[in-house]
């Protein structure tokens, strides 16, 4: 329980890492956009989904 409790504030950094970074490089692939500055799909992904996570997490909101 406990650790959930300190879990569960980060929530939206963890769904941004763990859904969201996965999502945007699929889709990145399937569509043929390439990555820049030499990173890969999921790299590109992950710093994505991953700022996208702080943002929401700090400033409350998704949008």
């Known amino acids: 329980m406990e650790l959930l409790k300190a879990i569960y504030p980060w929530g ?3 769904f941004g890492i763990g ?3 996965p999502l945007i490089a699929a889709i990145m692939a399937s569509i043929g956009i390439a990555a820049p500055l ?3 799909e999921i ?3 992950l710093i ?3 700022t996208w996570g702080l ?3 700090f400033g409350g ?3």
């Open 38 to 40: 030499d990173l890969t």
């Open 61 to 63: 909101r998704w949008i």
């Open 19 to 21: 859904f969201l970074a």
């Open 55 to 57: 943002i929401a997490k």
């Open 12 to 14: 939206p950094v963890l």
């Open 48 to 50: 994505i989904g991953g």
């Open 43 to 45: 790299q590109s992904g």
